[in-house]
């Protein structure tokens, strides 16, 4: 069975650009999350997606924005891209949004920004 | 403060010891507990849940500590390749979703 797929593996934007990050969760989840992880720190959270609805939102700024479409696949969106934007961006599928549930992991998208 | 904290590291662990690690959190609204390892530049991947009662995995015993609002890892027989960074993971009311920093284990022949 496939994982958690993302794409782009890696991108490079330049300042100011916008960036579109996909995610395909496991097949029969239905919630999907996104993490943002600079070199050296633990993952932040984002987003989570359950349903096609936002369930949780982390302390980013509006630039960051997401979407979860009707195959519980995802899209990040980040506008007016900066350079503090440069990261790992982590997606995670869970079969759905309780708190027991446990989340896996696709393997990033390495965003560089210049 | 940070709302969840883990000793950075690195341990760094004789091949065949045991080594333990904590991680503290703020929110006492916390209620599901988990472990993650991550390999240098993967993503991370599950470890273990942590129950209420502890639970075991192998050579791996997870722990729950409410009253001090703390988890804790032990890791036994320590193999080469359980070098990683572990990450605890904490869900909270409310969908918070929070990771902590990470604790890097060294294992040395």
């Known amino acids: 069975d496939a994982g958690v797929t993302q794409s782009p593996t890696h991108l490079i934007k330049t300042r100011g650009q916008q960036v579109t990050l996909r995610c395909s969760p496991i097949s029969g989840h239905k919630s999907v999350s996104w993490y943002q992880q600079v070199l050296g720190q633990g993952p932040q959270f984002i987003f989570q997606?359950?349903?096609?609805?936002?369930?949780g939102r982390g302390n980013f700024p509006d630039r960051f924005s997401a979407r979860q479409f009707p195959n519980y696949s995802s899209e990040l969106n980040v506008n007016a891209l900066l350079l503090g934007d440069s990261a790992l961006y982590l997606c995670a599928s869970s079969l759905v949004a309780a708190l027991d549930t446990e989340a896996f992991f696709g393997q990033g998208t390495r965003l560089t920004v210049v | 403060r940070k709302e969840v904290e883990q000793d950075p590291g690195p341990f760094n662990v004789p091949e065949g010891a045991t080594v333990a690690f904590n991680c503290t959190y703020s929110n006492s609204a916390s209620q599901s507990f988990f472990w993650y390892r991550q390999d240098c530049r993967k993503e991370p991947k599950l470890l273990m849940s942590v129950y209420s009662s502890g639970n075991e995995d192998g050579r791996f015993t997870a722990q729950l500590n409410r009253a001090s609002q703390y988890i804790s890892l032990l890791i036994r027989d320590s193999k080469l390749s359980d070098s990683a960074t572990y990450l605890c993971y904490l869900k909270a009311a409310g969908n918070k979703l929070t990771f902590g920093g990470g604790t890097r284990v060294l294992v040395k022949p």
């Open positions: 997606y359950y349903e096609k609805e936002e369930r």
